[in-house]
């Protein structure tokens, strides 16, 4: 059989090439897996549940009578804090003013002012609040004394607008 051509790998051979391919490929998909990046919706949930911490740490903090520092941010259903500037941020989930001005404040809760607790009040279901600050849009800031009383109201803006409008 002249024409025909075996082409013949020893086993030990084979087997050889056989482990250093998958060492390889296991060695390619162990480097790639440890330099993967999470993805954004990934890092947006572990930075909300970051913010939850630290809404829940600065409520136990309110309720033991500390000093907020700085001032706090918090959905809320319009229970003011005493002794501290009260706004209420009529606030819906559907609205993309409201979603943007949401994030500009997390994004800055360390420049909200010492003193200052921002309320998100649900604009959907806070039918009575709507009614008494005479609110009739979503995005609306109100703020009020101590007894609740209405100080100043304006629509829009972000936490520096917001803090520039304090009285």
Known sequence: MMGDHHFYIPMKIYVIITVIVAALAFGAYSYRSSYDIPSKNEMVKE???????????????????????PGTYKVS??????????????????????????????????RVPSGLVIHQIDYDTATDLKKKYGVTYQHTFVQVDEKGEMITK??????????????
Do not use: H, Q
């Open 77 to 110: 259903e319009g229970e003011l804090v005493p002794g501290k500037k009260n706004l209420l941020y009529f606030f819906a989930s559907w609205c993309p003013t409201c979603r943007a001005a949401d994030a500009n404040i997390k994004a800055n809760l360390v």
């Open 154 to 167: 304006w629509s829009g803006g972000d936490l520096a607008a917001i803090v520039a409008k304090l009285k």
């Open 47 to 69: 930075a909300e549940g970051i913010m939850k911490k630290v809404d829940e740490a600065k409520d136990v903090a309110i309720e033991k009578g500390a000093a907020m520092i």
